[in-house]
Antibody, heavy 121, light 113 residues
Framework: QVQLHQSGPGLVKPSQTLSLTCTVS??????????WAWIRQPPGKGLEWIGF???????YYNPSLKSRVIISLDTTRNQFSLNLNSVTAADTALYYC?????????????WGQGTVVTVSS | DIVMTQSPDSLAVSLGERATISCRSS????????????LAWYQQKPGQPPKLLIY???TRESGVPDRFSGSGSGTDFTLTISSLQAEDVAVYYC?????????FGGGTQVEIK
């Protein structure tokens, strides 16, 4: 059974970098036709796709965030990470990591537990 | 970007009755090459991450009860709960994966009448 577990700080100061890590268990992050994604949900609002990374390291980002986002893979630790720089209060949200089933199936089938990130001084 | 529009925003249905949620995309999300619609549906309960219910517009994810069904093609899609149960109270989202950026509908809150 695949499981995703998120870690990282829940409070980030304005203009600093938000960093979250998602550790995958029950399967290798470097095998299979999967994309490893970050999605966020501002308080009381809907879901926004931030971006994802394929197992070969190719990344795809939401253009609305592209200039500030880096998603990376650490295959030795079976983890992937999100870095979002120059944060403002608008980046306050519940952040999720998730596995995208890729071209064979579609949709995000496994999700992390979510991390509430507040941007505040 | 493909804009996903859901309706209604909220829906109250009696237990055992049918609930129907609509989702419209701003452009077709149907690929002729493989005859598939690149649409997924999710259920999100309070304090939980979304749960994948349906992909390819009509294929149920493993373990999802058969009272949940998806239909539609091109730009117009529907999620139907054939007989609403108490545990189905949740927010439901559609999502297109035809092209990046991947986008979600605004959500539909389903409640018991």
């Amino acid at each position: 059974q695949v499981q995703l577990h998120q870690s990282g700080p829940g409070l980030v100061k304005p203009s600093q970098t938000l960093s979250l890590t998602c550790t995958v268990s029950g399967g290798s992050i470097s095998s299979g036709d999967y994309y490893w994604a970050w999605i966020r949900q501002p308080p009381g609002k809907g879901l926004e796709w931030i971006g994802f990374i394929y197992n070969n390291g190719n990344t795809y980002y939401n253009p609305s965030l592209k200039s500030r986002v880096i998603i990376s893979l650490d295959t030795t630790r079976n983890q992937f990470s999100l870095n979002l720089n120059s944060v403002t209060a608008a980046d306050t949200a519940l952040y999720y990591c998730a596995r995208d089933q890729g071209t064979n199936y579609g949709g995000f089938d496994y999700w992390g537990q979510g991390t509430v990130v507040t941007v505040s001084s | 970007d493909i804009v996903m529009t859901q309706s209604p925003d909220s829906l109250a249905v009696s237990l055992g009755e049918r609930a129907t949620i609509s989702c419209r995309s701003s452009q077709s999300i149907f690929y002729n090459s493989n005859n598939k619609n690149y649409l997924a549906w999710y259920q999100q309960k309070p304090g939980q991450p979304p749960k994948l219910l349906i992909y390819w517009a009509s294929t149920r994810e493993s373990g999802v009860p058969d009272r949940f069904s998806g239909s539609g093609s091109g730009t117009d899609f529907t999620l139907t709960i054939s007989s609403l149960q108490a545990e189905d109270v949740a927010v439901y989202y559609c999502q297109q994966y035809y092209s990046t950026p991947l986008t979600f509908g605004g959500g539909t809150q389903v409640e018991i009448k």
